[in-house]
């Protein structure tokens, strides 16, 4: 599934960010979508996810201050991350169950953060 993030740029610590991922047809609705992130050096992890029912989960660094949401009617996923941190910092992806047995990513939307 092709999926298209957005959203991304330079902040302050302590600022925000809204990231968005477009995804086709009914993919939101069939699917748990995630948002991971992959700082230089590191391996990939899970930031949040929302179940095709709506249900949410978070990593535990970013719980309380990133929240992951749908608009169903426009294909979108978002994540809002508040209260930004230096370690916040990478390249974020939005990605699927399938996409991610797959080993398929997309290009991602970079973000930075300066202490």
């Known amino acids: 599934v092709q999926l298209v993030e957005s959203g991304g740029g330079l902040m302050q610590a302590g600022g925000s960010l809204r990231l968005s991922c477009l995804a086709p047809?009914?993919?939101?609705?069939?699917?748990?979508m995630y948002w991971y992130r992959q700082a230089p050096g590191m391996q990939r992890e899970m930031v949040a996810s929302?179940?095709?029912?709506?249900?949410?989960s978070y990593a535990d660094s970013v719980k309380g201050r990133f929240t992951i949401s749908r608009d169903i009617a426009k294909n979108m996923v978002y994540l809002q991350m508040n209260s930004l941190k230096p370690e916040d910092r990478g390249v974020y992806y939005c990605?699927?169950?399938?996409?991610?047995?797959?080993?398929?990513w997309g290009q991602g939307t970079q973000v930075t953060v300066s202490s």
């Open positions: 047809g009914s993919t939101i609705t069939r699917s748990t």
């Open positions: 929302i179940s095709n029912g709506g249900s949410t």
């Open positions: 990605s699927t169950v399938e996409n991610i047995l797959d080993g398929y």
